[in-house]
């Protein structure tokens, strides 16, 4: 059975900081590529970074880059998101996604049905 465990939520001034975790099982890890997802109240589901499991490539929505570091650890089963400078309209709930779609220049973020697993989702809340 295939689980991914999402952690490090909570709530945060703007300008702070938070490191999501995801720790995963029941897959081979190193051959999935690894996305953080968010959505807001009332607000489309919207992609943050994904991670390839097979290049190592790293891609970031515009509102991301810059700010957020998506990171993962092979043996470890585990992905991570560093957030820094947070803004009020990061405020959201993050998810944790794993997919065996290739990632790239063009395609850089799976469509929400591409997505094989899913974690549960952990609050992310930026007070100004």
């Known amino acids: 059975q295939v689980q991914l465990v999402e952690s490090g939520g909570g709530l945060v001034q703007a300008g702070g900081s938070l490191r999501l975790s995801c720790a995963a099982s029941?897959?081979?890890?190193?051959?999935?590529?690894m996305a953080w997802l968010r959505q807001a109240p009332g607000k489309k589901r919207e992609a943050v970074a994904t991670?390839?499991?097979?290049?190592?490539?790293?891609y970031y929505s515009r509102s991301a880059e810059g700010r957020f570091s998506i990171s993962r650890d092979n043996a470890r089963n585990t992905v991570w998101l560093e957030m820094n400078n947070l803004k009020p309209e990061d405020t959201s709930v993050y998810y944790c996604?794993?997919?065996?779609?290739?990632?790239?220049?063009?395609?850089?973020?799976?469509?929400?049905?591409?997505?094989?697993?899913w974690g549960q989702g952990t609050q992310v809340t930026v007070s100004s």
């Open positions: 996604a794993a997919t065996l779609a290739n990632v790239g220049g063009m395609y850089p973020f799976p469509e929400d049905w591409e997505y094989d697993y």
């Open positions: 029941g897959l081979t890890f190193g051959s999935y590529t």
């Open positions: 991670l390839s499991g097979t290049s190592g490539n790293i």
